[in-house]
Each structure stands twice: as structure tokens, then as C-alpha cells.
């Protein structure tokens, strides 16, 4: 995370940095990897110390809070809460669109109710990605299934000239089918 740390009227002092970095690491805590920059203006008008925290999150997400306060402490902590407060909402978005694993006892239960929807809707159709088929001998379609993790191969006969399907059985043995003339 990168800091930007700005004086209006203020000198810097090792102090003051220490305190915005303590501050800070509680939102470096809080998003972690999410969080990309964050900008830390400190502004002194009269009796009023002047906080602004404006902070960049992943997704052009930019959270802003100000406060001000008599003592440089109060007016940091009352900003980082308002960006705690945009903070854990944003953060709770990004939660709600992960996709969270489903438990054993769920899955077993879902699988024991799947024939009746397939008794109902049909077997499910899933695509597999499109490849190329290439016009190959049958000895090197066996070469190249055997290298491959794909249990089948779809190719064309050099020979014949016609498509072909070299599977793999059960018994590690290969199966070729052919179309008739």
C-alpha cells in the first residue's frame, strides 16, 4: 500500500507520522490485498485539527472521510471510522459474490435428489471446449490419447478420409468407431 502523508499549515513531525501509520494499518488489516493507496491530508485551522483520509481500493473504489477535532488523535480516529464504515460495506459486497463451498452433507443430498430432476428435465448437456480435428493414422491417434488426459480422441483417418473416435476402456485397452460406408 502506498501513503501519502500532506501538511496544510502543519509540520511533520516523526510523532504525527507514527500516528497516521498506526492508523492506517488498521485499514491495511482490514482490506489487506484490496487496499492499493491511501492519502492522509492534515490540515490546522485556528483550535481545529483537520483530518482527511481518502483512500483507493481495488475496483476504483474510493472511500473518503474527514473530521476535525482539538487533538490530531480524535480527528484521525473519527475520519478512519467513517472509512471503516464505507470500508465494511464494500467489503461485504465483495463477500456476497464469492462463491463459497458447499458442505459434503449438502452435496450428497443434492446428488440423491438429482435422477428426479433428470427423470423430469432430461440429461444435462455440458460443452466442452471445441479443438481441431487433425487427420492422423489410427497408431498415432493411440499415441497421442495415450499422452493426453482426455479419455477420447476425435480425428480424422488419413486414410479413409472419414472422422473417427479412438476412445479408452475401462480395461486400458483402446476402442475405435468408425462409420459405416
Do not use: C
Amino acid at each position: 500500500m502506498r501513503l501519502v502523508l500532506t501538511g496544510r499549515h502543519v509540520e511533520i513531525t516523526p510523532a504525527l507520522r507514527k500516528l497516521v501509520d498506526r492508523k492506517v494499518a488498521k485499514l491495511d488489516r482490514m482490506f489487506g490485498e484490496a487496499l492499493v493507496s491511501a492519502q492522509v491530508v492534515l490540515t490546522q485551522e485556528k483550535y481545529r485539527r483537520v483530518a482527511e483520509l481518502i483512500v483507493h481500493t481495488r475496483g476504483d473504489h474510493m472511500l473518503h472521510g474527514a473530521a476535525d477535532k482539538r487533538a490530531w488523535e480524535l480527528s484521525l480516529t473519527a475520519a478512519l471510522e467513517k472509512i471503516v464504515h464505507q470500508g465494511r460495506k464494500i467489503k461485504g459486497k465483495w463477500q456476497e459474490r464469492k462463491r463459497h463451498a458447499m458442505p459434503a452433507k449438502a452435496v450428497a443430498a443434492r446428488g440423491a435428489l438429482e435422477p428426479e430432476a433428470r427423470e423430469r428435465t432430461g440429461p444435462r448437456i455440458v460443452r466442452t471446449p471445441r479443438y481441431a480435428v487433425k487427420p492422423m493414422t489410427v497408431e498415432d491417434a493411440a499415441e497421442e490419447i495415450g499422452a493426453a488426459r482426455d479419455s477420447f480422441l476425435v480425428f480424422r483417418n488419413a486414410a479413409t478420409d472419414s472422422l473417427n473416435v479412438l476412445y479408452r476402456r475401462k480395461n486400458g485397452d483402446f476402442g475405435l468407431i468408425e462409420p459405416e460406408a
